[in-house]
């Protein structure tokens, strides 16, 4: 090349500049040290190919139709030198020729021409560019619109249809990034896909394309996490496939290094970050010093040594973040858009400096920062919230610094412009709003208060769920935790009616139980009297209660493909769903169609007893009560946040040796007392004098029967065995009502639906036994069998169907469960920390090791005769995840959403003779009278309550033996 250059430069002088010979010399030229930039990106290359460019132009000034060849040739992104000017300098007005040169040679050519189609691209990119640059929504809306013409003009399979394709998902992309409409990024990908697609895999542009496509499934990392795991292999692959001399592999090295990041976040993998810091110094030592892309690898450099201070709490790497972040923003235009976002990024990490090292100038300087972080961005950017959170924080901090009322008057209207940003990502706001509550509180405002965080929890169905699975929900739901349960107390401290935080509980807890509920609701009514919508939206619940499947893959299909293509099925799925429950609301008496309870329709939830919801906050701690006669609250002033944080704790390190210690049991008893004192007493006394606390018997059967609902953490208090229980107290549960408890009213509602109700009146229901006396790798359960032998004494004389399922293996297990009225496991169980993978330790299909029966896929279960799972295993209602206590996702929920209208599971390890009695007891007690024409929902809950107290009955000393037999259910 460099020998070619010289040839055509000797020629140059030789030839005068009238001959026409010097045009084409002249544009070879140009080409020439255009190559040569691409490959050295030597700006002295650039300024020659300009030379060359400018006297290309000049010449062809009088001939409009080479005029228009010469634009065409200069102009084309990857070839024009105005362009490749603009990358290497930043000069937006080298941007802005360039848009003017392509329109005129447009204006040459035929509607339809290849040239003008071209053209066109051409136009499209550099306004995408433009728009990057300026943020002009105009802009973007100009490149849409020049793409859309181009895909509607020209055949499929064309190269400049590819193109156009690859240049609507592009401004698609960055108008999801501008305004955050997530159909925006689905139909960005599709294009990004179909335009790869058509790309051959020796195709210079391929690289480019698989770059881009990984950015967009990056962009859908925070829902999926499936799909970022393809968005680095897709940023692998483009870098593979670039040489290493390219110009474009610092972006590609910046591109992966920010997927690596954001998946730390989300995992916790320190190797990701670390990764993705070694990426940012690859993408600095292969840019020129004077290079403008310096200053994005510099941001992005600096974001990364931030999260690893963060991480590790090493100054140094603080220290380089804020270097870092200075050389960002002192490299980036006055008028570049990246400006207000690198401010922003610099006052946060000297914002964190100053809580480090205690310096108020660092504090100050964060201020400043924030203040152009705001006045560069506009009101209705998706940014915007950032900007204002950060800048309300720093002021919060020089607040309570220097408490002046200013600073205090301005981070809480900061707060409040953040969650009204319409345009950002509810979490940012719902975050926003949680601290504008917190302020609005201490100033002792507590409608204003109540108002903000309530619309927060109407927010929280826009945080868009439906479509992800399981891990990326819980994920989600995890940064917005006790939101809900916030907000309730905030309600009931500013005098709202008690029905009116009790809504803000069931809407904003027990999320993805109620995903399921509404998708398995039986709508039979719905059925009869319009069977064709019923098809419609019975079809979609199925698809949208299935989990995503990204293995099925059609002829010629990639795995990533598949799971790109199942997700994206997934979204339109929801939003066809979306339309149907509009129009079924729309109709006749359907208007209140899978909605919230309205207020009698929850008091008449309550006609077989009171259901009681416990809910404590930092600002205060209360029981809601529903009973047929009103819905009541009563406070709780010695049930304190901290107190009931501090018993959760202790009531979850008991046993942590592997059994339980003398002094477990004794402060056992005083959390049983302490939470009849403080919470489980006071309800009681408030339903007083109606209600029944006499008739002590191991057959009780006068007393009524009360439901709990804990709230966050409280969802593990033993409230059926709180109390006293030494000789001759009442000043206990078991003495006052027979105990059931629920993840939420709508799940009270889904258990007992009708056709849910059908022991009694089954002559032969039908038992499944799956004992596990042995499992490898973990302790004999020595009373598995003679539990066994109680149970199949009972059943055969009650004539029930039994089987008995020896070597059971996950599989062979969910087969069996949708057979059966009643499942009895006896086996070993573990609750894990993501507790969507808690499991009943089964064997595998060799019989030699273990295999898990998992929550997650218990759940997935639809069993239409279900009716008792009794799950005689350790630790089978406890759900490990503090941050996903709301969701209430554990063994014992999971058999519940698979239809089954009673669990009984155990809060913590059981004794194995105290399992095995209960177990007997119930089953006799069930069946002794199981063709009489009682509730059939009361009869099984009073066997169960009778086979628990007389346990308790002869150990009442050591709660730790009958404390954690419980029932969820109907």
Known sequence: LNQAIVLAERATTKTTSRRPERLVLAAKLRKMYGDKFEHTDDQGDLDMAWVWAVEEIDKTQQNMTNYGTACSSILTLRRGDLYRRYVRLGKLSDLNEAIIRVETAIDTYAAGSPFHNDMLNVRSGLLRERFDRVGGMRDLELAEEINEEIVRRIRTGDPESTSAIAGLGGVLYKRFGRIGDLGDLQKAIKHAEDALAATPLDHPDRAAGLNNLGNMLSARFERTLETFKIAIKHGDDALATTPLD??????????????????????????????????????LATTPLDHPFRATIHSNLGAWFSTRFERIGDLGDLQKAIKLGEHALAATPLDHPDRALRHNHLGDRLS??????????????????????LAGTLPDHPHRVIMCTSLARSSQSRFLQLKSPEDFTKCLSLYHEAFHCVTSRPRSRIHAARRAATLLYLAGKFPESSSILEDAV???????????????????????????????????????????GLKLLELGRGIIMGFSIDARSEASDLKADHPLVFHQFNSLRVEIDSEIDGTNCAR????????????????????????????????????????????????????????????????RSDAIIVTVSGITSIELPKFTYDDTISRMKQLASFGRAGYFTQLDNQEMKELLIWLWDTAVGPVFDHLEPNW?????????????????????????????????????????????????????????????????????????????????????????????????RYIRDSA????????????????????????????????????ELNPSDSYLALFNQDGNAIDKLLARDISKLVS???QIAY????????????????????????????GFSHTFANLWETNDQAACEVARDFYHLLFQNHRNNDDDHRRVSIAFYTAVKQVRDRSPGNPFIWAPFMHTGA
């Not at 006749?588 to 329709?601: A, N, Q, T, W």
């Not at 399922?805 to 069996?816: G, H, S």
């Open 246 to 283: 390219h110009p474009l592999r610092a972006t590609m090295h910046i591109n992966l290094g920010a997927w690596f990041s954001r998946r730390f976040e989300r995992i916790g993998d320190l190797g990701d970050l670390q990764k993705a810091i070694k990426h940012g110094d690859d993408a």
């Open 352 to 373: 964190t400096r100053f809580e480090r090292i205690g310096d108020l100038g660092d504090l100050q300087k964060s201020i400043s920062h924030g203040e152009e972080a």
């Open 458 to 500: 109407n927010l929280m169905p826009h945080v868009d769920l439906r479509f992800l699975a399981r891990d990326d929900q819980q994920h989600m739901l995890s940064q917005i935790s006790g939101l809900a349960s916030v907000a309730t107390s905030m309600a009931l401290q500013a005098g709202r009616e008690p029905y009116h």
């Open 556 to 619: 010629g299909e990639t795995p990533e493909q598949r799971q790109t293509r199942a997700i994206s099925r997934r979204y339109e799925a929801v939003h066809e769903m979306e339309k149907i429950l509009k129009r079924i609301r729309s109709l006749p008496g359907y208007d209140g169609f899978l909605l919230p309870p309205p207020h009698d329709s929850l008091m008449q939830m309550a006609t077989n007893g009171p259901i009681v919801v416990f809910n404590s906050t930092p600002f």
């Open 692 to 788: 029944a606390t006499t008739n002590e018997g191991p057959h009780d059967t006068n007393l009524k029967r009360i439901w709990w609902i804990g709230v966050g953490q409280l969802s593990m208090a033993p409230f059926h065995a709180a109390g006293d229980h030494s000789g001759g107290s009442t000043h206990n549960t078991f003495s006052r009502a027979i105990s059931t408890y629920i993840p939420t009213i709508k799940a009270l509602s889904y258990a007992q639906r009708p056709n849910n109700s059908r022991t009694s009146k089954k002559h032969n229901p039908c038992l499944l036994l799956i004992p596990m006396p042995e499992t490898p790798g973990a302790p004999r359960l020595p009373g598995v069998d003679k539990e066994i």
């Open 796 to 831: 055969s004389k009650n004539l029930m169907e039994l089987t008995v399922l020896r070597n059971p293996t996950p599989a062979k297990v969910l087969r069996q469960v949708q057979r059966h009225d009643i499942v009895h496991f006896a086996c070993h169980g573990m609750s």
């Open 864 to 866: 239409e005769n279900a």
């Open 871 to 898: 799950l005689s295993a350790c630790s089978t209602a406890r759900n490990s995840s503090a941050k996903l206590a709301d969701e209430v996702i554990h063994l014992a929920s999971a058999f519940q959403l698979a």
